[in-house]
């Protein structure tokens, strides 16, 4: 197998945002190359009670060794993509 290369992302966001309304944003833009998807953390503000999640990415290809330059774009992209679709503030 290939190398897999492990991105973070977290923001904060509604209480009411479900774990597979990022899986599938993840899914859309990064397709086969996102292999797995996890929350790795979650905590709330204790004065503002706002939301904040960390998820996890793996990325890797089948076929071939991802470049640091191709896991950025796809990581970018992805939060430009959370950002819009879900309403979530990038941390």
């Not at 290939?2 to 973070?8: A, F, G, I, L």
């Not at 970018?76 to 993509?81: E, F, I, R």
């Amino acid at each position: 197998k290939y190398p897999m290369c492990y991105k973070d992302v977290s923001f904060w966001h509604t209480a009411e945002l479900h774990e597979n309304d990022v899986a599938e944003i993840v899914r859309g833009i990064c397709g086969d190359l996102a292999e797995d998807v996890t929350m790795v953390d979650q905590f709330v503000h204790p004065k503002t009670q706002r939301h904040s999640s960390c998820y996890r990415i793996c990325y890797r290809a089948m076929d071939r060794t991802l470049t640091n330059e191709e896991v950025d774009a796809l990581q970018d992209q992805l939060c430009v993509a959370l950002a819009s679709q879900l309403n979530v503030e990038l941390r």
